[in-house]
């Protein structure tokens, strides 16, 4: 059973940095892709990082191009997202997700879901 569990949330200062943990049991995901995806009160879950586990290829919305970085440890398991220069609109759950093969980056492409981790950025 596939089994994503993140870390590393929690309560920064506006400019401050925090580094997201995901770490993926139950299967290889060798031909899987992984997604950092977020969601705000009141907002639809949106992708702010993305990584092909098997080329380390990475994509980044605008909105956090340049300040977010998306990696993988594959002899771990895990997948990072390092969050620098973070903004008060980075409020939100992040969710680590992980989907087979995944062409269009929405939500609904990616099978397995984290529980969530919350990072609240204050002004």
């Known amino acids: 059973q596939v089994q994503l569990v993140e870390s590393g949330g929690g309560l920064v200062q506006a400019g401050g940095s925090l580094r997201l943990s995901c770490a993926a049991s139950g299967r290889t995901f060798s031909d899987y892709d992984m997604g950092w995806f977020r969601q705000a009160p009141g907002k639809e879950r949106e992708i702010v990082a993305h990584?092909?586990?098997?080329?380390?290829?990475?994509y980044y919305p605008d909105s956090v191009k340049g300040r977010f970085t998306i990696s993988r440890d594959i002899a771990k398991n895990t997948v990072y997202l390092q969050m620098n220069s973070l903004k008060p609109e980075d409020t939100a759950v992040y969710y680590c997700a992980a989907g087979h093969d995944v062409r269009v980056l929405t939500a609904a492409n990616y099978n397995y879901w984290g529980q969530g981790t919350q990072v609240t950025v204050s002004s």
């Open positions: 990584i092909r586990w098997s080329t380390g290829s990475t």
